[in-house]
């Protein structure tokens, strides 16, 4: 017999039970009896509750026999002691009659609407036992319009009951306020932006709404809520570093839809359109399904044996004639963690070099490289679960809306909670709306910058001496470097008057709790891995470290960039980060691979590149990057693959780069395949395939261990766990990682004995003891003092939410309809001055090349700036960007071009290349 | 304050008290700043500012205020529930959307004596704290935004409004903003949703209590225009000696504005509880319209639950307990909830024996449809089905049947809703079905029981019975 305690329990149909504190009734009873005990229709876990179909009504009372009220359940919290009636004849005959009237506007043709067997509406009237319909069929809604127009998104609003879970998803789970209720009572509907249709809105196409939607009201082209699927698969969305779970649905193993899970506790219910809708791209014609040997200057399609036979060739070959490190493998962070742990293993102790780099090196090298030397570790500090707890968010140099939507998302949230935002960032991106501070810099000063900010924070005796004193080191010299600046030059270079510096450094150093947001805005800088530093000077200064809401949290570019070194797809670091020219740490591989490695550190990405061009390099093993099309300078890379003597691809599309290889090897998309991906909060979590690989493609990691194999290596047969396993053997802060104990979310690294995960590092002390703090004073890029006086503009580059880098998936589905082609963007003074306007064809051009881009005219950003997309690889962007790289990790300088520009004709005139027409088939110029 | 001389022909009838409306209609009285101070403007404010803003909170719940926006909810004791640990700002709001049907006293005050409700809101803003405050006013009285847009300039000019008031440290910040023209902005919550620029679908309490998540979710007082005029009689003359006016548990006075099918239609500040309700049709109104019997009163605006003419009520007088007919009833919130109507908002509706019953509901019913917001279930469909069942009786196409699917309706909206328009809309179609049900079932036709409808009728042509 339970008794009362009177604070954690109360009286569910009699039965004395337990509740959490702040649970509303509903939850009380969805936890007791299970979602659906109490029937819903306007209530869904991922949004507020709403109280407004009230079919959620129970019969509570304070007293076993007091007077008893009918109440909304899922809006009305629970009390200590209340007794909850939920199945009394009165609130029974009160959902009959609500869901009587609701079926008095709504279509009785079930069996033909695609939601039928998943429709709330449905199950509810089931439930509560609609048996006729009084009313007699009166003024009606029935024959609405349905709405088509959209690659993704569609509405049938005949089905529509009016609960406005579509609206509230919009707002509270997305944030961009599409969808709203139009007119009242009878006459309300649901319309998109003034009453368009979803084309002509600002839809972002997250489908939030369509999965909120307990009817077929709002739906997308996939039918997502349909019950074709047979099998629904748990994974991992491979676009971006959030990390995404999706639950796709298949059927003859084909992949039908794809929705968010309720209880992912990354994403809850919501995605970006890249997650949820671009899937198409899996099992698109042009996928490669036959390996390919180039044998006079075309490709032929072989047998894997085949393949293998020629590489196994190959590559014994040219190691016998020019040594191991003649070879060289450059990783991907699209790939899984046990793919690239393979990848670095078979470079490193089957061909026995150094030589392993992967895509990270284009983007985040700088952040591992700065934060190893700050706190020592490559890696966020807290969660993005933190953006609850924090009460000040600093973002730099990210666009987290278009980048990192879901993220965005939430910061966008938070922002409009009232939790002060700072953004620093050369572009007015969405997030501005929202924040409280902009600091508008001139792209290329991020240093100068922050050197500012910190300088504000100790003039305002804002430092957290405790935490500096006790837990960090270095701090005299970076005091002394802050005092000796000049801050009349700073304000120059920056543009950024100081006293708005001032603001924001006041802002946050002075709240409770501050977190940070990093992107590639930091990065790809020729002080990129500096920038970094800086970042984690600010945390230590005013001691946001190692509690919930703080930290520095970079945001990656790719879904596994943060996996890909964690697994030493780098050329001076082995898996779990170990350096490989200690010799104890040599020794340490050497025995755990069975294989004799190298003690000399190995080339970077643009190092091999060198090397191939002087010949230094001969083969070069490509998984997974177009890098003809990404790595800046495109020329110049083409020109190291060609000087190549041999190339291997794994590619599941012909790329630009896949075109110079000598052998293609034609592997399985992430729907395909097992593993994990490690997201940008450090969360390692399980990809599980979907659908078996392409007839005739195979899974990266399979590959990887036969060609081990082929060459001689024991490797194992490819198994996601057996993989992790073998991990979990040499990198320390996967000691406890299981693939079973890695549950549906996920752990966060590290993970201990036991699986148990770590959200947030450095709580006590930090992983390189005391933190440290740098200074280093400002320099202009090189690209600027060079060519700066020529070419007197600044090009900054980014990217849209819509498409993924050079786009060879996301063109291959209906996100190829939503954005069609790069533009470039142009401050209207720059543009008078040039005779440009909106639309017309212009021409950049740098000390490299040229491309030629329509033009768009907005003050989002300042004069002397211009910014674009690399989304089209067919523009070329790439031809004009620079040579520069970070000093300490040679990450490209993306961010800073020197150009110039003209108009060279008008909108209407093909003077560039043609652009594509909305509608058209996904399919590429390749 | 005496030698006050009213325009000829609107002079306040003797049985009158007027308190709010002493300016109203009052000869040579414009809605100027001067005009105010001539007698004693703004004198209160001085006061206030000098007292303790406790005290006045203190002198309000004396004076036994109730709020006379129509739920009659004491107005000292809505101001203490401002969290004492609160550290957000505070707003007040004043509910200036008069729009409950029958209801015609707000606009006049703001036409002709603005700065009195200016008054009423700096003093009420210094007891809870507030700093700024808004007055909502309905978009149909366009108007009256302007002139206390005017009033709230010549005010601040003047040093009642705005930083330092009357040489004290209390800054108040008064802005009019006009509304959404809809009934639900007068919902408090939904006036605040408005307020903040969004759709005024009401809020969920809990938890959007506004005295705790109100406005941009600080704490937020919302008030009717009269009752925060009240506020400045209440320290002028003190708490006790003002409670000393009416009845007690019902003090002050209060405007009635009386409609319908009298000689004398109009509006009337009497003391709370001091008139009868035939008094208020015999004295006040001159009496029903020749040769006409009475057939029926909704006492407090169109959602309060009609009274039949030839009801009896039982009342506790004392100790005991009388019966008396509707001409008896006193006019104060607690005589007519114990009728089993409301006060509400003072707006007395007279229906004579002129009327069809089924057209008075019908066209209750057809105000409630169109003004539902429609964010709960039961009232966005159950109000429209209302209103189509009482088109059909109005139309002489309705079984008796539909009478008892009408009261179910009606059973399934109140009390499941997310605002009081739940209630509003429900009690006059279950209090007509009650009270009337034989006058509503003789339009209807035995002879369409069970027969398929098409509903869609327009209303039949004659709504008089003779
Ligand atoms: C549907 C609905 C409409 C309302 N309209 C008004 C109105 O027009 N004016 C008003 O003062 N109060 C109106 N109210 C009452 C307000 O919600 C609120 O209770 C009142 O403004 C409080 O002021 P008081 O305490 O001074 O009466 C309405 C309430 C409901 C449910
Ligand atoms: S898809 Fe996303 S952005 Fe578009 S309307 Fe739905 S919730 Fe809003
Ligand atoms: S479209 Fe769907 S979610 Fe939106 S109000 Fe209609 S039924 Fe509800
Ligand atoms: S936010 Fe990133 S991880 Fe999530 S669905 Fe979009 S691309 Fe995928
Ligand atoms: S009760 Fe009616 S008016 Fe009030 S919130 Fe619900 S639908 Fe809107
Ligand atoms: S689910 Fe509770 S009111 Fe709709």
């Given at each position: 017999?339970?008794?009362?305690n ?32 109490v ?7 991922q ?17 076993e026999d007091?007077?008893?009220r009918v ?5 009305t ?14 609130v ?13 506007d ?15 509406l449905?199950t509810?009237?089931a439930?509560?036992?609609?048996r006729k319909?009084?009313y ?5 809604h ?7 127009s ?15 879970r579509c ?7 997305q ?11 009878f ?5 998109k ?7 002509d809105s600002?839809?972002?196409?997250c ?20 019950i ?5 698969t ?16 298949t059927?003859?193993?084909?992949v ?13 219910a ?7 809708y ?15 040997i180039r044998?006079n ?33 450059i ?6 963690n ?25 983007c ?5 490289f700065?934060?190893q030397?700050s ?7 807290n ?64 240093v ?59 802002e946050?150093?002075e709240?409770?709790a ?32 190692g509690?919930?809401g703080?930290?520095?949290n ?11 070194a ?10 779990g ?16 691979y ?7 550190i ?7 590149f060198?090397?191939?061009r ?9 998984m ?6 990404t ?19 794994q ?8 075109k110079?290889a ?11 395949k ?14 599980n ?18 060609i ?9 047969d ?8 073998e991990?979990?053997?040499?990198v ?14 996920g ?8 699986n ?12 390189r003891?005391?933190g ?10 090189q ?23 050079c ?9 190829a ?22 639309g017309?064809?212009?021409?950049l ?12 005219i ?31 990790t ?14 060279v004709?008008?909108g ?16 590429l110029?390749? | 304050?005496s030698?006050?001389t009213?325009?000829?022909?609107k ?6 008290h007027?308190?709010?409306?002493r ?48 739920a ?8 203490t ?17 008069e ?7 707000d606009r ?8 009195q409700?200016?008054e ?9 704290g ?47 903003h ?6 639900i ?64 548990n ?9 409609s ?13 509880g ?5 008094e ?6 001159g009496?029903?319209?020749?040769g ?11 959602s309060?639950?009609v ?23 006193p006019?104060?919130?607690d ?10 908002s ?6 004579d ?9 019908n ?45 179910s309706v ?12 739940g209630?509003?809309?429900s009690?006059?179609?279950q ?7 034989e ?15 098409n ?10 019975k003779n």
């Amino acid at each position: 017999m339970v008794t009362l305690n009177p604070t954690t329990h109360a009286y569910l149909d009699g039965q004395l039970l337990a509740f959490q504190p702040g649970d509303t009734i509903l939850k009380f009873v969805d936890r007791h009896k299970g979602r659906g005990f109490v029937p819903t229709l306007c209530d869904a876990p991922q949004l507020d509750p709403y109280g407004a179909c009230r079919v959620c009504s129970v019969e509570v009372a304070l007293k076993e026999d007091g007077p008893r009220r009918v109440v909304a359940s899922c809006h009305t919290p629970l009390s200590a002691g209340m007794h909850v009636h939920t199945q009394t004849q009165k609130v029974q005959k009160l959902r009959r009659n609500i869901v009587e009237l609701v079926l008095t506007d709504h279509p009785l043709d079930c069996l033909t609407c695609e939601v039928n067997g998943n429709c709330e509406l449905q199950t509810v009237a089931a439930k509560v036992g609609i048996r006729k319909v009084r009313y007699p069929e009166g003024k009606n809604h029935l024959n609405r319009q349905k709405d088509l127009s959209h690659p993704y998104m569609t509405s049938d609003l005949s089905k529509c009951i009016n609960c406005s879970r579509c609206v509230r998803a919009c707002d509270e789970v997305q944030g961009q306020f599409v969808l709203s209720m139009h007119g009242r009572g009878f006459d309300a509907r649901i319309i998109k932006g003034f009453d368009t249709s979803f084309e002509d809105s600002e839809c972002v196409s997250c489908g939030a709404c369509s999965q909120a939607c307990p009817t077929s009201a709002i739906s997308d082209i996939f039918q997502s809520k349909a019950i074709v699927a047979t099998e629904k698969t748990r994974t991992i969305c491979t676009y971006c570093g959030v990390g995404c779970n999706l639950d796709v649905a298949t059927k003859n193993n084909e992949v039908l839809s794809i929705q968010a899970p309720l209880d992912a506790e990354v994403n809850f219910a919501h995605t970006c359109l890249k997650g949820r809708y671009a899937f198409r791209f899996y099992n698109h014609p042009d996928r490669l399904r036959k390996p390919l040997i180039r044998t006079n200057g075309h490709f032929e399609e072989v047998t894997w044996e085949q393949a293998y036979a020629h590489i196994v060739e190959n590559l014994t070959r040219i190691r016998a004639e020019y040594g191991p490190d003649s070879i060289a493998g450059i990783s991907s962070a699209r790939c899984t963690n046990e793919e690239n742990y393979l990848m670095q293993k078979f470079i490193r102790a089957v061909i026995g070099t150094n030589n392993i780099d992967c895509c990270a090196r284009v983007c985040h090298s700088p952040t591992a490289f700065g934060m190893q030397q700050s706190f020592g570790t490559g890696a966020a500090t807290n969660s993005v679960e933190d953006l609850q707890h924090t009460q000040c968010i600093l973002v730099i140099g990210a666009n987290p809306t278009e980048g990192h939507p879901v993220t965005g998302a939430k910061i966008k949230q938070r922002a409009m909670k009232g939790v002060p935002l700072i953004v620093i960032d050369p572009r007015e991106i969405e997030i501005v709306k929202y924040a409280k501070h902009h600091l508008q810099l001139r792209p290329g000063t991020n240093v100068a910058l922050l050197n500012m900010f910190a300088y504000f924070i100790l003039e305002g005796g804002m430092v957290d001496r405790d935490f500096v004193g006790s837990r960090c080191e270095n701090w005299s010299e970076f005091e002394a470097g802050l005092r000796s600046l000049d801050l009349d030059q700073i304000e120059e270079v920056t543009g950024v008057p100081r006293e708005k510096v001032r603001a924001a450094a006041t802002e946050y150093a002075e709240s409770p709790a501050s977190m940070s947001f990093h992107g590639l805005g930091v990065t790809e800088h020729s002080m990129g891995a500096k920038t970094v530093m800086l970042i984690a000077n600010l945390a230590m200064m005013t001691g946001n470290i190692g509690r919930p809401g703080v930290g520095v949290n970079p945001l990656r570019g790719q879904n596994n960039v943060q996996g890909a070194a964690d697994m030493g797809c780098q050329p001076h670091q082995g898996a779990g980060y170990m350096r490989v020219n200690d010799p104890a740490m040599q020794r340490l591989y050497q025995d755990f691979y069975g294989m004799p490695v190298s003690g000399e550190i190995g080339l970077k990405i643009p190092e091999m590149f060198e090397a191939a061009r002087n010949g230094r390099l001969k083969a070069l093993w490509l998984m997974g990057e177009d890098v003809v099309q990404t790595d800046p300078n495109s020329e110049a890379v083409k020109e190291s693959m060609n000087a190549l003597d041999f190339l291997v691809v794994q590619e599941i599309f012909m790329t630009e780069t896949a075109k110079f290889a000598n052998v293609i090897l034609p592997a399985a998309s992430f729907l395909e395949k097992s593993g994990t991906f490690t997201n940008a909060e450090r969360r390692v979590q399980r990809v599980n395939a979907a659908v078996p690989p392409l007839e005739g493609t195979k899974p990266d990691g399979q590959i990887i261990c036969e060609i081990m194999q082929h060459m001689g290596y024991p490797q194992a047969d490819y198994t996601a766990d057996g993989v992790l396993e073998e991990i979990s053997r040499v990198v320390p802060f996967f000691k406890g990682a299981t693939w079973e104990g890695l549950g549906d979310n996920g752990k966060q690294w590290p993970v201990k004995e036991g699986n148990v995960g770590t959200p947030i590092m450095h709580l006590d002390s930090f992983k390189r003891g005391l933190g440290k703090f740098h200074f280093f004073a400002w320099q202009e890029s090189q690209e600027v003092l060079e060519h700066g006086l020529e070419f007197p503009y600044i090009l900054t580059t980014g990217r849209l939410l819509e498409h993924y880098n050079c786009g060879t998936m996301t063109r291959r589905t209906g996100n190829a309809d939503i954005v069609v082609e790069d533009v470039v963007v142009i401050n209207p003074a720059d543009a008078a001055k040039k005779g440009v306007t909106g639309g017309d064809w212009v021409r950049l051009f740098s000390a490299r090349g040229e491309v030629r881009l329509r033009s768009r005219i907005s003050e989002e950003v300042k004069p002397g700036v211009i910014y674009t997309t690399f989304h089209f690889p067919e523009h070329l962007v790439n031809n004009i960007t620079s040579d520069v790289h970070d000093s300490d990790t040679l990450c490209p300088e993306y961010k800073v071009v020197a150009i110039d520009f003209e108009r060279v004709g008008s909108g209407d005139e093909p003077a560039g290349l043609p652009i594509r027409e909305k509608g058209r088939a996904h399919t590429l110029p390749v | 304050m005496s030698n006050v001389t009213y325009i000829s022909g609107k002079e306040p009838h003797s049985r009158e008290h007027r308190l709010i409306f002493r300016n109203i209609d009052r000869k040579g009285y414009d809605p100027g700043l001067k005009c105010y101070l001539k007698d004693g403007g703004y004198e209160q404010l001085k006061k206030a500012v000098t007292m303790e803003p406790k005290a006045i909170t203190d002198e309000v719940k004396a004076a036994g205020l109730r709020g006379r926006g129509g739920a009659g909810f004491p107005t000292g004791l809505k101001w203490t529930f401002i969290p004492p640990t609160n550290t957000k700002p505070v707003y007040l709001i004043c509910n200036a959307d008069e729009s409950e049907p029958g209801t015609f006293k707000d606009r006049y005050i703001m036409h002709q004596d603005p700065h009195q409700l200016l008054e009423g809101m700096a003093i009420a803003c210094y007891a809870v704290g507030a700093k700024l405050a808004y007055i909502y006013v309905r978009e149909e009285f366009p108007h009256a935004a302007r002139i206390l847009e005017e009033a709230i300039a010549e005010a601040t000019k003047a040093g009642f409004l705005g930083k330092g008031i009357c040489g004290s440290t209390f800054d108040l910040e008064l802005y009019v903003h006009r509304g959404a023209g809809a009934y639900i902005c007068g919902e408090e919550t939904g006036l605040i949703e408005s307020l903040e620029g969004k759709r005024p679908y009401p809020r969920i309490k809990p938890p959007f209590f506004p005295a705790v998540l109100g406005l941009y979710m600080s704490p937020t007082i919302v008030n009717n225009v009269e009752s925060l005029c009240h506020v400045k009689h209440i320290l002028a003359m003190g708490g006790a000696e003002y409670a000393k006016l009416g009845t007690p548990n019902n003090t002050g006075t209060r405007i009635l504005c009386v409609s319908g099918d009298v000689q004398k239609p109009g509006y009337f500040e009497v003391q709370v509880g001091k008139v009868t309700l035939g008094e208020v049709i015999q004295d006040l109104c001159g009496g029903l319209k020749p040769g006409r019997k009475l057939q029926a009163v909704i006492p407090g605006g169109s959602s309060a639950k009609v009274l039949r003419a030839d009801e009896r009520f039982k009342l506790k007088r004392g100790d005991e307990m009388v019966e008396i007919g509707l001409e008896d009833i006193p006019m104060d919130f607690d005589s007519l909830a114990a009728c089993g109507s409301m006060a509400g908002s003072g707006g007395v509706i007279i229906i004579d024996d002129s009327r069809k019953i089924s057209w008075v509901l019908n066209n209750i019913n057809s105000f409630y449809a169109h003004e539902s917001c429609g964010q709960c279930t039961p009232c966005r469909e159950g109000s429209l089905w209302m209103k189509k069942i009482s088109d059909r009786i109005v139309a002489g196409k309705a079984s008796p049947d539909d009478v008892a699917t009408l009261e179910s309706v009606a059973n399934n909206i109140e009390g499941k809703t997310i605002c009081a328009f739940g209630e509003a809309c429900s009690w006059p179609t279950q209090s007509f079905i009650r009270k009337f049900r034989e006058e509503l079932v003789a339009d209807t036709r035995e002879e369409l029981a069970g027969v398929p409808v098409n509903h869609e009728t327009t209303l039949a042509a004659a709504n008089l019975k003779n």
